[in-house]
């Protein structure tokens, strides 16, 4: 079955830098979303991609955040210059081009900042 | 604003039992989709069961059924003949119907499995 990929598994940065987190979303899909999941805390909606550009963003998602899709396969979030508090579980998440298909979700990329 | 409470941080069933997790939300809307996702120890966001609030009909997966009650915004998760391998967080989630809205969840329930 086809699976969301992200790279890396484990990321550790030191604060201000920046760091990009990468997903191959599933192949024949076209929404794409990021979430973050702070330790012991809910799962929360960063973003969502359909057609190149974002369809709605949360609070969090600041001027430090942004996302890419660099070619017909990856999609990328960027934090410009990271702080203590962005580090969290982030998950990428895609689905098709239908209202009733589910999100379906990647293992999820742990971002440590120091 | 959607919420998602899911008032049980952790519960547990022993091996072969039923254990029924339970789920509430609050919306406006009239049509939208409700979830439960599990998340193993591996990490992974696993879609568990769908219900669409159109249909009156209770949504069942094999082991897995929900007890959807529309007008008290409930969404209970019921694992029948638990097993080891359902050990994992359970997350409840909301999504408004439309291809491209987000998910909102629940802050999870914690579910043991005891030999």
Redesign the interface.
Known sequence: EPEVTQTPSHQVTQMGQEVILRCVPISNHL?F?W?RQILG?????LV?F?NNEI??K?EIFDDQFSVERPDGSNFTLKIRSTKLEDSA?Y?C?S?E????????????TRLSIL | AQTVTQSQPEMSVQEAETVTLSCTYDTSESDYYLFWYKQPPSRQMILVIRQEAYKQQNATENRFSVNFQKAAKSFSLKISDSQLGDAAMYFCAYRRSGSNYKLTFGKGTLLTVNP
Do not use: I, L, R, T
């Not at chain 1, 805390?41 to 909606?45: D, G, L, W």
């Open positions: 929404y979303y979430y805390q809910k799962v929360e909606f969502s359909y369809s709605e949360s579980m998950f998440a689905s081009n239908a209202s009733n298909q589910p999100q379906h979700f990647g293992d999820g």
